[in-house]
């Protein structure tokens, strides 16, 4: 049986569609990737890629990992997938911590490094790397931390 190459397209989902805005802080942020985070917030770990403009408007987002409670897995190559399929020019980097805490783990310094390094390689920025909970965030722009 000869196997076949298929043909990718990026897809826009419309149903559940967020007004976009112009990031200018952390906190405009964490206000965006709550309005699309659903139940993933407080009941499990997730992660999204948010892709920006050369303007930092927000294009479009997408979910690149869900886990348990307290870890999710996020694989590099799918947040530069989203970004140059996207045509981004800047991304952000987003996810939560249902238990509340905003103190960014070594794992999530370590994430955070190789998808700047990654991205970097394509010329796209990683604009900020931001963990949400239901009433604050941590940036490691904000902390001198990107």
């Not at 690149?64 to 996207?86: F, M, N, P, R, W």
């Not at 905003?102 to 190789?114: A, E, I, K």
Request: aromatic content about 8%; charged content about 25%; hydrophobic content about 40%.
């Amino acid at each position: 049986m000869k196997k076949y190459s298929r043909e990718l397209i990026l897809k826009e989902v419309r149903n559940h569609a967020v007004p976009a805005v112009q990031i200018k802080n952390s906190t405009t942020i964490a206000d965006f990737a709550r309005a699309f985070y659903d139940d993933d917030l407080t009941i499990y770990e997730s992660a999204f890629v948010i892709l920006l403009n050369h303007a930092n408007k927000t294009i479009g987002w997408a979910k690149i990992g869900q886990g348990g409670i307290c870890s999710t897995v996020v694989d590099v190559k799918l947040i530069c997938k989203y970004a140059i399929e996207s045509l981004s020019s800047a991304v952000v980097f987003v996810h939560n911590h249902p238990t509340g805490n905003t103190n960014p783990s070594g794992v999530d310094d370590t994430l955070t490094r190789r998808i700047k390094d990654a991205l970097k390689i394509m010329d796209v920025r990683l604009l900020d790397s931001v963990i949400i909970t239901e009433e604050s965030h941590y940036s490691y722009f904000d902390n001198g931390r990107l």
